[in-house]
Structure formats: C-alpha cells, structure tokens
C-alpha cells in the first residue's frame, strides 16, 4: 500500500481504478509567416469557433454544475474575444510576422504571468483560465482537439492539472474523483468538484508518477489522502466511510426542505451550532433551520488585540444577512476555562472551570461588554438576531447584562444608528443553579438554551477535560435529564422556548426523551442536522 | 468628462464573474471612453483581462471617470450599475 498526501478540496470517498487524462500534446509549431493578413484570418475563424465552443460548454456546466459554473465559461469566452488579447496576438502576426499558433501561445505567456504576479491568490489563479482559453485555439489552430479520458469503467482521473473546460467536458458518469499534481482551494476545478460533488485532491506534485495506470485507489476527499493498492483493512474501512457518505447524501436528498416533524405532528426545530462565518455554507448544505449558536469567541480568538466595534459588527452582519430571515443566536464571548487569550491578561487561576469566564468577564469588564453589545445591537437591523449570554448562575447577572443592553440601545438611539428592537434576549442553562432557578430566570428573557456539557460537567462534579473520568462524565444521568425537564417546564410556563445546544441534542437515543419533555430546539454541528430530521419524523410523541 | 468615486461592497470585488459582467455592460457604451482607476492605475472595463488585472478588492475605493458622446446618460448609467452590483 503506498501512501500519497495532498490537499483535500471537494470532500467526499472515491473508491476504484485511476485513470490518467490524456491531452493531445503536439509542439506548438513557430515559424514565420509570409501572409500576415491570411495568418490574421486563421486566427480570426478559431477564436469564433472557440467562442462557439465555449458557449455550448457553459451551456452543459448550466445543467450540470448550475449558473456559477456557466458564468465562468462566459467569462471564458469574452477572455478569448479580449481586446487586450487579441491586440497582442494581432502585434506578433502583423509587425513581427508570427504564425498564429505561436501568437496566441506568447500572449498566453504574457497574460498568465501578468497574472501569476498578483499579489491575490484568487488573481493568481486566473492565469489558468487565460491558458485554458489559449490552449483551446491552439488546438483549433493546430486541428489536435482537446484530451480526454480514455476508462470504460468509472475511474478516478488523475493529470498534471485539469483546466475547468477538460473538467467540464469529461463524461461525469465515468468520474469518481480528482486528483492533481498542481491546483489549488480556489482553482476553478476545485469549485467545480465540489459543486458536482466529486472529491478531488490537488497538490500532490511528484507523488502522482508513482501510480501506474489502473492501480486501485482509495481517495479521500477531506483528509487529502490517496492510498494506491489499499490492503483489505483500510478498503474496508473506507468502504464504510463511502457507504455513511452515500446514505448522508441520499438523506440530503430525501429530506432537505422537509418539515422536522414527528408522525403524531409535533415539530421540533433543527438549528446549527457554529464558530466561523465561514461554516454558514454548510448550515445551509445541509438544510439547518437557523442557527441555535454562533460561538463569538473565533473573533477574539483570531486577534492579537481586542477586536474593534466595526470588525465585530461586520462578521455579525454577514451572518445575518445570509442568513436572514432565519434567526441567529449569537452567544456573547464565551473566554476563560479551556478558552484563554493573552490579550485578556487574565490571572492565572487554580480552577479556571469555575473561574472568571464567559459572562463573569463581560461584566466585570464592561468596557469590552459594550463594544461586543454595540456590534451586535448594531448588526440586528440586519436580520434576526437573538442575542445569548453563557454561564449564568443567578438572577442579578442576567438584569446586570440586560441593562448593558438597554444602555447600548439607548446609546444607538440617540445616536440614530437602526438596530432591531425587538432583538431577543436568551441565557445559555449550564450550571445547576441556572436549572434550579429557572422559573425566576425563565421571567428575565426570551427563551433558553441549554449547553449540555458544562450542565453534565456541573452537576455530576465531573471534569469533562480528564479523560479517565470518562465513564463517571455521563449526560444520560437522570440528574442531567430530570434538569432538563425542569428547565423546559419552567420555560413553558412563562411561555418562552427552550432548545438544548450541547452535543447531546444530536443524540439520536435521547431525540424521544427531549421530544416528550417539550424541548423545542435543538442546535447541533451542520451535518447532524439531517440525520436528526429522520428522527424526528420517524418518532411520535405518544409511544412514550 | 464626468466621474465618481465608489467603495466596493461586492464580496469578491472585481474578479471572474462581477468583472465580466461589468465588461458586458461597459461594451455597450461604443462612442465613450470609460476608465475604473485604482490609485494611479486604471482599466477600460471593457477590456476584460485589464480590468481583472487591476486587482479590485471589496472595500476598495475606486474612481470611474466617462468621457465621450452622450457623457451624461453613461455617466447616470454606470454610476447606476455600480451601485447595484458592486
């Protein structure tokens, strides 16, 4: 078994024969013309006939990678027809009495290194659009066509580098997977892969001249890993990872849209937990019905200083907006425990697990409280946002944080900066004394959240980071559940909803528990969202 | 010859696909000469590969300057489309 490690770009398994792509590679011919004007012409009809061609493959990328792809072979297209391009070419035929293949390939040259030379690693990548482009009328000019792949079985196709048109081009049904010596993240083939739904690798450089035609090959799209000749344990392996990764998708496609809804009509919503801004495609992947929580930590985490009020505000702002009208609940940072920052300059603490964190530092340090809240009061005209604090044990701290918040509103009014006033307000119950308070705290916001980790590490006395606890640290522990049931009964009764944000929503053996308890959110990583939609819809409430 | 200034909010700034589409709009525009300056730099949008040479990235601060037939209605024109696509 050989090894191979590049970078993974579309994720996704790819189990069976590697193929080699094979381009008609012939010497682009120079030599000196005598009709300029007739070479001129020769140059003329191709660069139609390309454009012709490429408005039938963006036709074809519409059907099957949709209009992003299209827009690129339009692109493509004006490219061929540039004027900047043609002028060059039109130099080389006219003044220094080039043939036409070898114009075009110098202004190829010319305009890929303009290229490459940016100083932007998307800008850098047009280089290889500029030598798609050219390559096509060369191989016009010069009647060897366009390469291809040459596999009756579906196989996975490996190249040097694959241009989006060969990408395109090539018959999908034969495709399994992509993987290149050159290519990078932003590489049109890259985005075209993942829009297909193909796993590609790219970057794997010399390691590829190692494998041989039709070796077995198992891809994996997400790791970035090739392992040529697998032995039986990672084929079997990995045919599992294949068969989880075909039912997810078959998931996707049976139930994206779908209501999350039990079969005696009780509906529960199915919200994301997320940490970047980033993560938002994959919230909307896989079909989630707003996000339950966004942890703001990521932007104090990515900064050697205090980030500002507008850099908080726009991150806010983006997620709301792609997400809107969908809610988000944005937790207030959530530092300190496991979380430290040098910048806080936070005293070392014996127990930092119940130490100064979360919502103990916002109001201890309100100067930091305030920037966070302007952000965020400031990013809720934006969408719908739902604003969340952590770690509350008692009353006071939720009224000392909601006056923070009324301050800031009072500030923005009389500042005239819009802000959503209806913004909700919520606390995330994970200490005991959060649970145990919650017909008071239930009075004091707009709904609760539940972050089942730190309720389970609390309440059983078990430090969730120790690994040989492992068995003592269980969320199944009916005093965790007979909290949560608390919680819920608290939260009706003041007629406020109440969703549960830890690991243990996505739980498919509790999913009946916190359907009978009246749990009426439950917020889990992305690709979780689907497999519990199953769930719900296969349970009724009543069995129980 | 008429011109305005204008901050990009298109996420991507002036790449691939915005750029071709401010390209085809540009083109319209046979009789007037229409330049996108970066600092001291400029591009005719028309001219594709010029313009995504130009490096035009989201939140940078541009001038379009239009001179030529009928300078007025271009300028209300482009001006226009920048707003609502860039």
């Known amino acids: 078994m050989l090894r191979l490690k590049g970078k993974g770009v579309s994720e996704g398994i790819a189990i069976g024969p590697l193929c080699f792509y094979k381009r008609q590679t012939s010497d682009i011919p120079r030599y000196e013309t005598k009709d300029a004007a007739a070479e001129w012409q020769r140059f003329k009809d191709a660069q139609q006939l390309a454009v012709e061609q490429l408005g039938e493959i963006a036709e074809k990328a519409r059907e099957q990678a949709g209009d992003e792809a299209a827009v690129l072979f339009e692109t493509h297209a004006m490219m061929t027809e540039d004027l900047d391009y043609e002028e060059h070419i039109q130099n080389s035929v006219e003044n220094l009495k080039l043939n036409a293949e070898a114009a075009v390939k110098d202004a190829s040259d010319f305009f890929a290194d303009m290229f490459a030379s940016m100083d932007d690693d998307y800008m850098k990548e047009r280089a290889a659009d500029v030598k798609d482009v050219s390559a096509r009328i060369i191989g016009i000019l010069t009647g060897a066509g366009q390469g291809g792949m040459d596999s009756d079985v579906p196989a996975v196709v490996a190249a040097d580098d694959l241009a989006p048109s060969e990408t395109i081009q090539m018959d999908k049904s034969k495709i399994l997977g992509f993987a290149t010596e050159g290519g990078s993240g932003n590489s049109h083939t890259a985005i ?44 079997d392996a990995y045919k599992e990872k294949l068969e ?124 930091v409280f305030r920037t966070q809240l302007r952000a965020l009061f400031r990013a809720s005209a934006y969408g719908k946002l739902g604003i969340m604090f952590p770690m509350v044990a008692s009353v006071w701290e939720v009224r000392e944080a909601k006056a923070a918040c009324e301050k800031v509103k009072e500030e923005l ?57 492992g068995r003592f640290f269980d969320p199944h522990h009916p005093a965790v559940l007979r909290l949560l049931k608390l919680v819920a009964d608290n939260a009706h009764k003041e007629g406020i909803w109440v969703g549960i944000c830890g690991e243990l929503g996505a739980d498919p053996e509790l999913t009946q528990t916190f359907l009978s308890i009246g749990i009426d959110e439950l917020s889990v990583s992305p690709r979780s969202v689907l497999p519990l939609r199953e769930k719900v819809r296969s349970s009724s409430v009543k069995e129980l | 010859m008429k011109s305005f200034e204008y901050t990009i909010t298109e996420e991507v700034g002036i790449h691939a ?70």
């Not at chain 1, 970057?203 to 039986?232: H, N, W, Y």
């Open chain 1, 244 to 367: 989880a990764h075909i039912k997810h998708r078959k998931l996707l496609a049976e139930l994206k849209g779908k209501p999350s809804v039990t079969k005696d009509g009780r509906s529960i919503k199915i919200c994301c937990n997320i940490g970047n801004p980033d993560d938002i495609q994959f919230v909307k992947e896989n079909d989630g019905e707003g996000i339950g929580l966004f942890r703001s930590e990521f932007l104090y985490l990515g900064c050697s200083d205090y980030p500002s009020e507008d850099y908080q505000f726009e991150a806010y702002k983006k997620v709301l907006e792609e997400m809107a009208p969908k809610e988000v609940i944005i937790r207030t940072m959530d530092i300190g425990a496991d979380k430290q920052i040098d910048y806080f300059k936070m005293p070392h603490e014996e127990n930092p697990a119940l130490g100064m964190r979360a919502l103990r530092i916002s109001l201890t340090r309100p100067e």
């Open chain 1, 413 to 469: 009014r009389s500042e005239g900066i819009p802000f959503d006033e209806n913004t909700s307000i919520g606390i995330m119950i994970e200490t005991p004394a959060a649970a145990v308070m919650s017909d008071l705290l239930a009075k004091e916001v707009d709904f609760f959240s539940c972050g089942t980790n730190d309720l389970t590490q609390y309440t059983l006395a078990v430090d969730r980071q120790n690994n040989d606890l």
């Open chain 1, 192 to 235: 075209l892969a993942r829009t297909m739904g193909i796993p590609a690798i790219v970057g794997l450089g010399d390691q590829l001249k190692q494998l041989t035609e039709g070796c077995m090959v198992v891809v994996d799209g997400r790791s970035g890993e090739i392992f040529a000749d697998p032995d039986q344990q990672t084929l």
């Open chain 2, 17 to 86: 696909r915005p750029a071709g589409l401010l390209s085809k709009e540009a083109a319209k525009f046979k009789e007037c000469t229409i330049k996108v300056w970066k600092g001291e730099k400029s591009a005719e949008p028309k001219r594709l590969i010029q313009l995504m040479a130009l490096g035009v990235k989201h939140g940078d601060t541009i001038k379009v300057t239009v001179e030529g037939a009928d300078e007025e209605a271009v300028f209300e024109h482009m001006k226009k489309y920048f707003e609502e696509n860039l």
